[in-house]
């Protein structure tokens, strides 16, 4: 461990799947309970979901055999202008397909470690307490700079360390054991909760095959016959397989019986997990249609890279695990206070702790490790839900992709907090889309271009969500890829690169203003709107006091299509397009309904005047012109963002970890430090389920962080830990507007600190540090070849900076330059 590292650390075995720590390479992932005897490591491969390939297509069928489509939507439409509420929701509810699939656990690895002695091991520690002097724990670590979790363990009086890690070159789960002062045995199972259809156990390790369920309903509907369906190959060609493989190198004397691997007189081992599924055939070939490789090849496959990694040896595997991860995580930090590094008691010091920059440090570095361990290009689907950690059949909201927010806020960080890369997974997902999302456009709607709702999955699903009978509010929702589309234009505004633009950003781009061209009607007064509208997920209450969800050209949907417009306008120049869409983009651009300000002072988040039937909703959707588009800035719109203020203001506090870091980014827009520090301290104080300790003002439990410090919504959700890291940033460094901003939004309290590495639209990079609340030093780099000119801003003065191509300057605090270094 490099000296300079940031360690989280617990004294005693994970007792629960949320004291666990995780550990993953984009496909892999596993959480280390640690323990001397039944010592879990559950994983997770990002590929195996419930579902099959054909499944968003067929499901298509059968919404349009049931009457949906062009013609019925045109009713839709007339109900909801003639506000018969109750006609529109039935009528619309026709257009609902089932459920997008749910992601699945696995398998378990169990490890047992003993003396060799039968008299010295004690047969209940099965927590690795040290209930016996021949079996003790002294703890474990995370590095969140190089992803390896760390045990130390007495057994029988000798001192065993075990290392874990997700090693991306070696496309494994990888476990070294060594003993220090004689030897050890050690037993190893493997287990899963999905229906097994293969098990061996051989001198050489351990193979494991299951069939993965073809449909999987989620949780919140508790009346379905069948919640989890099995079934064998279909006539497509796909055969929901996955196979793990175990291999074991160690100096001991193994041995294999009835499904156990056993080792004798032991002093080193090195474990290796790996895997090969259906699944992650279909990803990486992009076909309705997969031909899978056979049951055997895939534990063939899977055999073949665990036998590849053992041979590789320990050290090097080592070695490669931690070159990859590092130059991920070493590309940009943030530091509160003084510079941070060493070990930390997550118990005594982050969650029961006083120095909220310790907190504010971890918090921004953990999110950074889970999202390059969720997800890395090439490896698998996007970080979902719970990111790629998951052990349970049937987990909250299917573990999906809810794609209203949570998979955007998954990756707000991704650009700004030096991890572009991390992004390209969710850039596979958008793609698949575009392929489901046409059909459904075309065949369900009458209209050009690509669709997708409230939810999807790795199988491409784009239909709303509902079966029948699912709430608008939360299951139609057409604006899903209109929102998922701007991050193609954001990965393009930081890193500047023509060719992703080209070939993958703007293919998509227009497509998806073809659909939302296509989507917008004209209103009776001249604008254009969407009909019908919701605002995901909340209700207003009607004319008649009734909640209801459906209406036309909410400000969230009108946000987002500007955004699409904007963004594709500034695509088409960018590339030198002549395109005819951007004609038709221009024509519409004006016809936009725009952000209006209610009689009470705050943005309109319906079109009229409707009141929330929750006053303190968890969703802020109205405000996402303010962050993350950008259309509301205090400077630009001052009337707008003062608006923006009331209606947060009157929205309240936190209520759960993915709300709060949305307020947090919102407040740091906004210039509103103090607020926006108050909800981090509200958002990382210890999840507790004690109603005498948590009830907010309107009776709901709040959420907050698990003992591992996964965000709770409750329950866990990973886009939480993911939102925090990027509404810290924003605290610290903005760039939308063609304006870098420095502190825009740090807290008095927090008057000491330090950025690096933090990248900025337009392809700038810039290093700065903070003393007693003043900037000390910034330095602002062209990261891009060519000579360009930034516009920096900072405490009211704003300078022009024009830097070749690799070159950087250092400013003073008031935006002198102080030095400028040439491209090296």
Same mark, same amino acid.
């Given at each position: 461990m490099a000296g300079d590292d940031l360690v989280l650390a617990w004294p005693r075995p994970a007792s629960s799947w949320f004291e666990a720590a995780p550990v993953g390479n984009g496909r892999l992932g596993a959480m280390v309970f640690g323990g001397v005897r039944g010592s879990r490591l559950q994983i997770n491969d990002s590929t195996v979901w419930s579902g099959r390939p054909k499944g968003p297509a067929d499901a298509l069928a059968r919404v349009l055999a049931s009457g949906a489509g062009p013609e019925r939507l045109a009713e839709v439409r007339q109900a909801v202008r003639d506000e018969d509420h109750r006609r529109a929701e039935k009528l619309l509810m026709s257009f609902e397909g089932d459920y997008s699939q749910e992601y699945l656990p696995f398998l378990d690895l169990w490890m047992t470690l003993e003396t060799g002695d039968p008299a010295g091991d004690s047969p209940g520690d099965s927590t690795g307490d040290s209930s016996c002097a021949e079996a003790a724990y002294l703890g474990r670590t995370l590095n969140l700079d190089d992803g390896v979790v760390s045990e130390t363990l007495r057994v029988g009086g000798r001192s065993v360390r075990r290392r874990t890690w997700a090693s991306r070159p070696a496309r494994a789960v990888c476990v070294e054991v060594t003993v220090e002062g004689g030897t050890a045995d050690m037993r190893l199972e493997m287990s899963s909760p999905l229906r097994g259809v293969h098990e061996a156990a051989e001198v050489s390790g351990l193979t494991l095959g299951v069939e993965v369920p073809v449909d999987g309903a989620p949780l919140h509907e508790p009346d379905v016959a069948e919640p989890l369906r099995y079934a064998a190959a279909a006539d497509d060609g796909y055969d929901p397989f996955a196979a793990a493989a175990v291999r074991i190198g160690t100096d001991g004397e193994a041995s294999a019986t009835d499904g156990v691997w056993s080792v004798r007189g032991m002093s080193r081992a090195l474990i290796v997990l790996t895997s090969s599924t259906s699944a992650a055939d279909y990803w990486a070939n992009r076909a309705d249609v997969v031909r899978s490789a056979s049951r055997e090849e895939h534990l063939a496959r899977a055999v073949r890279d665990a036998e590849a990694a053992v041979a590789?040896?320990?050290?090097?595997? !080592? *070695? =490669?695990?931690?070159?990859? !991860? *590092? =130059?991920?995580l070493s590309a940009a930090g943030l530091t509160i206070g003084t510079r941070r590094t060493g070990t930390f008691d997550v118990e005594k010091e982050i969650l029961g702790g006083t120095d909220e920059g310790l907190v504010a440090t971890v918090m921004f570095q953990l999110g950074r490790y889970l999202l390059a361990s969720a997800s890395r290009p090439a490896a698998g689907p996007p970080a979902n839900l719970q990111g790629l950690?998951?052990?349970?059949?049937?987990?909250?909201?299917?573990?999906?992709?809810?794609?209203?927010?949570?998979?955007?806020?998954?990756?707000?960080?991704?650009?700004?907090?030096?991890l572009p890369e991390c992004h390209e997974p969710l850039f596979d997902l958008i793609e698949r889309l575009s392929q489901t999302g046409g059909r459904v456009s075309g065949e369900l709607y009458g209209a050009r271009g690509w669709v997708a709702h409230h939810n999807t999955d790795m199988w491409g699903w784009a239909l709303p969500v509902g079966m029948g009978h699912g709430n608008p509010s939360w299951a139609i929702w057409m604006m899903g890829g209109v929102w998922l589309a701007h991050h193609l234009w954001e990965h393009f505004e930081f890193g500047q690169d023509l060719e992703f633009l080209r070939e993958r950003g703007w293919p998509l781009l227009r497509g998806c203003a073809e659909f939302c061209l296509d989507w917008l009607v004209d209103g009776p007064d001249g604008w254009l709107d969407t009909v019908p509208s919701t605002s995901p997920?909340?209700?207003?209450?009607s004319r008649e006091g009734t909640s209801e969800s459906l209406t036309h050209s909410t400000a969230m949907d009108m946000a987002l299509i500007r955004a699409l417009f904007s963004d594709c306008l500034a695509a088409a120049e960018a590339l030198g397009l002549d395109d005819p869409i951007s004609g038709r983009i221009r024509t519409a651009m004006p016809r936009l309904r725009p952000p209006r300000i209610a009689p009470d002072g705050r943005l309109r988040e319906w079109v009229e005047d409707l009141p929330e039937q929750d006053p303190h909703h968890r969703h802020l959707s109205f405000l996402a012109g303010v962050y993350p588009l950008g259309q509301i800035d205090p400077v630009e719109t001052p009337d707008l963002a003062a608006a923006a203020v009331r209606?947060?203001?009157?929205?309240?506090?936190?209520?759960?970890?993915?709300?709060?870091?949305?307020?947090?980014?919102?407040?740091?827009?906004?210039?509103?430090?103090?607020?926006?520090?108050?909800?981090?301290?509200?958002?990382?104080r210890p999840y507790s389920d004690d109603p005498s300790v948590n009830v907010p003002a309107d009776g709901s439990l709040w959420g907050g962080l698990l003992p591992n410090l996964f965000s709770t919504h409750p329950p866990f959700q990973i886009d939480g830990n993911y939102g925090i890291t990027a509404a810290l940033l924003e605290m610290v460094v903005q760039s939308h507007g063609g304006v870098i901003r420095i502190l825009p939004a740090v807290p008095a309290a927090w008057a000491d600190g330090a950025a690096w590495g933090v990248r900025c639209r337009g392809g700038w990079t810039v290093d700065l540090e903070w003393r007693r609340g003043e900037l000390t030093s910034l330095t602002v780099r062209n990261s891009l070849p060519g000579t360009r000119t930034a516009r920096v801003g900072h405490d009211g003065t704003t300078a022009e900076l024009t830097l070749a191509g690799g070159e950087q300057v250092r400013l003073g605090p008031s935006l002198d330059i102080r030095e400028r270094t040439p491209r090296r």
């Open positions: 590789a040896g320990a050290a090097e595997l !080592l *070695r =490669a695990h931690r070159q990859d !991860l *590092r =130059a991920l950690w998951n052990a349970e059949l049937r987990p909250a909201w299917s573990s999906n992709y809810t794609i209203n927010i949570n998979t955007q806020m998954n990756y707000w960080g991704a650009e700004s907090a030096g997920e909340n209700l207003f209450l209606s947060l203001d009157a929205r309240g506090p936190g209520a759960m970890g993915w709300s709060w870091a949305w307020k947090i980014a919102l407040r740091a827009r906004l210039g509103d430090a103090r607020t926006a520090r108050d909800l981090f301290l509200e958002a990382t």
